[in-house]
């Protein structure tokens, strides 16, 4: 849909995009005809995070590259329930009015047109949509983006209110994709200290055998020493003459 480098630049960043309509126009002049398009694209990750965008060039490929660097600087993050979202919200816009309902889970993307479009890179999959005027494929898709811009957050809400979100709910607000990063997050985490663990342990192991080794040549040193010693010991008692007994002395007393 885009085109090759603004599409590279969208699988580096994990983007997805989608063209919902391309409008082609010409204006005649005194030299002849000038044709233009004007594109509207939506950018999403998918993962609670969407853009809209419109652009307007003389040939194609150049409308969508523009759509879609407009649409990456109009990203916004959709607050979710589940895989829906947390409340009722509607937006006008001409005269194109659209209505976003949350649904049970299972449910799928109930829209069509423009507002399927948005919805189905946004990372909704759980939604009930009705438009309520103008067909106009445009300001459909301005009217759904700014209907879930207009998404709030039950946690920033509780927060003014002073209160909890399973209080104010009665029931736990949870998104999906963060909770999935976090726990990527903790794989990561983990994985760093198991390495680092195995690592300590390594060198632990290391230091000890080394002491082994050490207290061993201590030993075989040492053993060394008491037969040297030993020896010396023996020598001088070789030496040393025999002192002698007092038979002897008295035999040599009475000679």
Known sequence: ????????????????????????????????????????????????????????????????????????????????????????????????????????????????????????ISGIRDILTKSLGSGNVMNRAKACFKALSQLRNPYEVAEQRGTTVEEMMGREIVNPYAKEEVAEGGEEAVGEAVETEEQEIAEGVGEEEGLVLDDEQAVIEGGDEPESEAEEVKAANEEEPEPASEDEGALDEEA
């Open 1 to 120: 849909m885009a085109t090759v480098s603004e599409r590279e630049k969208l699988e580096a960043e994990e983007l997805e995009d989608r063209v919902i309509r391309i409008d082609r126009t010409r204006k005649t002049v005194a030299g002849g005809r000038l044709s233009s398009a004007r594109v509207v694209v939506a950018v999403g990750d998918n993962r609670g995070h969407i853009g809209l965008g419109v652009g307007k060039a003389r040939n194609v490929p150049e409308a969508i590259a523009k759509g879609i660097r407009e649409a990456k600087k109009n990203m916004i993050e959709i607050p979710l329930d589940g895989y829906t979202i947390p409340h009722v919200t509607q937006a006008k816009v001409g005269g194109a009015v659209i209505l976003l309902r949350p649904a049970s889970r299972g449910t799928g993307i109930i829209a069509g047109g423009a507002v399927r479009q948005l919805i189905e």
